[in-house]
């Protein structure tokens, strides 16, 4: 018996939800989940290319998706979006906020800041945007989940760039935010913290055979994570079976952030 996720006849907006390389990146296995579930899928991104394998994918486990070209750094381009889902099936009811980028290299002291203002216009601003356009079309249908994505680096720090962690940390700010503003009108808003899946994005920033080893090796579980991980939450946070959490950041990430407490410190309770 297949379980019902309570997604039959939904209509879900998935940002990103192509990828930039074959293989099954975090938006395209989330957007072919939902549909699987019995969502009308809007699969949205900058690269039409980038969208056709999901549309594929989608068709051949038995859903149905409108794929739209869009850049959700623009705000028109947003608007039109859920102006096209709207026109297409009259309600919106999820938001995946997908788009991210792994942004510059760099501290503080030598980051581009052209660059940084890109990413934090890819990684933040556009989930306000999408955001901003979703939420009026979600009230009028009662209520609705978004979703951001944010990183397992969100929640640690230690990354090379300072571009990226800390765009991902302000996607957590923002999800709690937006789940206070949001939660008396039914509107639910939940974070997921990835940790070292391999997706597209990963293999297309040339990670080689040993760093996807050491990346599996560094988390307790030693299980290589993959996009439909992540977009197995996505769909559990997307339906009513998640309709009592929100405000939340859910780590996805094989207990990679478990991994990050005290350490080897000497407990308190040791020396008592
Ligand atoms: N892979 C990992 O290990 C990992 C870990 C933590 C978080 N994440 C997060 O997961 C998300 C993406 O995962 P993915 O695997 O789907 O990535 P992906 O690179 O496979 O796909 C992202 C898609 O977004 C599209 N895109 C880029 N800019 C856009 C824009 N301005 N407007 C519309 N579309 C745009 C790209 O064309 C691409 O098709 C990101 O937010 C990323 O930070 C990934």
Redesign the pocket.
């Known amino acids: 018996m297949s379980v019902d996720f309570g997604l039959r006849g939904k209509v879900a907006v998935v940002?990103?939800g192509?990828?930039?390389?074959p293989g099954i990146?975090?938006?395209?296995a989330a957007a072919a989940l939902l549909a699987e579930a019995g969502a009308h899928v809007v699969v949205?991104?900058?690269?039409p290319e980038?969208m056709t394998a999901t549309e594929d994918l989608i068709a051949e486990r038995g859903g149905s998706c409108l794929a739209v070209t869009?850049?959700?750094?623009d705000p028109d381009a947003c608007a039109d979006v859920v102006r096209q889902a709207w026109d297409a099936f009259g309600r919106v009811d999820v938001l995946v906020n997908?788009?991210?980028?792994?942004g510059p290299p760099g501290t503080v002291v030598d980051v581009d800041l052209d660059a940084w203002d890109r990413c934090v216009r890819?990684?933040v601003s556009?989930m306000v945007l999408m955001s901003r356009a979703a939420i009026p079309r979600m009230r009028l249908g009662g209520g609705g989940s978004i979703i951001n994505?944010?990183?397992?680096v969100g929640l640690t720090g230690g990354h090379p760039g300072v571009a990226y962690p800390t765009t991902?940390a302000a996607v957590i700010g923002l999800t709690r935010t937006m789940a206070a503003h949001h939660g008396p009108e039914a509107i639910r808003v939940n974070a997921i913290?990835?940790?070292?899946?391999?997706?597209?994005?990963?293999h297309?920033q040339g990670v080689d055979d040993d760093a996807r080893e050491q990346r599996r090796l560094a988390a307790p579980l030693a299980v290589e994570g993959t996009?439909w991980d992540?977009g197995d939450a996505v769909l559990f946070l997307a339906g009513p079976r998640s309709r009592w959490i929100t405000g939340v950041v859910l780590p996805v990430d094989a207990g990679l952030t478990a991994t990050l407490g005290a350490g080897s410190a000497p407990s308190v309770t040791s020396r008592t």
Do not use: C, E, I
């Open positions: 940002t990103g192509g990828s930039r390389a990146g975090n938006g395209r949205v991104d900058s690269a980038n869009a850049d959700v750094t997908n788009v991210g980028v792994a890819l990684n556009s994505m944010s990183s397992a991902k913290a990835p940790g070292y899946v391999y997706t597209p994005m990963v297309s996009g992540v």
